[in-house]
């Protein structure tokens, strides 16, 4: 059974960074792509980037394009989400999720498998 577990989110001052972790359990992860979503109140979850474990090759959104950075420790099984330069509309419930890689980039949500609980962001202005 696949577990992803997300932590470190918390409240930040605009321009301020936040480091989340995703701990990934139950099996191996060398074939899964992992991705990062966002959902704020009242919109639609929104891809944030992935990465896939097999070389670390990474993918962001537009929105977030050079200010977050996706990477992962093989040995502790975890996918970080490195996010600077945050901003008001980064506020969020942010949720990593995990598939099996099969070619591509894959953004859609309903494309992923397993889903972990979600951690709130939330940036003041």
């Known amino acids: 059974q696949v577990q992803l577990v997300e932590s470190g989110g918390g409240l930040v001052q605009a321009g301020g960074s936040l480091r989340l972790s995703c701990v990934a359990s139950?099996?191996?992860?060398?074939?899964?792509?992992v991705g990062w979503f966002r959902q704020a109140p009242g919109k639609e979850r929104e891809f944030v980037g992935s990465?896939?474990?097999?070389?670390?090759?990474?993918y962001y959104g537009d929105s977030v394009k050079g200010r977050f950075t996706i990477s992962r420790d093989n040995a502790k099984n975890t996918v970080y989400l490195q996010m600077n330069s945050l901003k008001p509309e980064d506020t969020a419930v942010y949720y990593c999720?995990?598939?099996?890689?099969?070619?591509?980039?894959?953004?859609?949500?309903?494309?992923?498998?397993?889903w972990g609980q979600g951690t709130q962001v939330t940036v003041s202005s």
């Open positions: 999720a995990a598939r099996q890689w099969v070619g591509g980039v894959i953004t859609t949500m309903t494309s992923y498998a397993y």
């Open positions: 990465i896939r474990w097999s070389d670390g090759i990474s």
């Open positions: 139950g099996r191996t992860f060398s074939a899964y792509v």
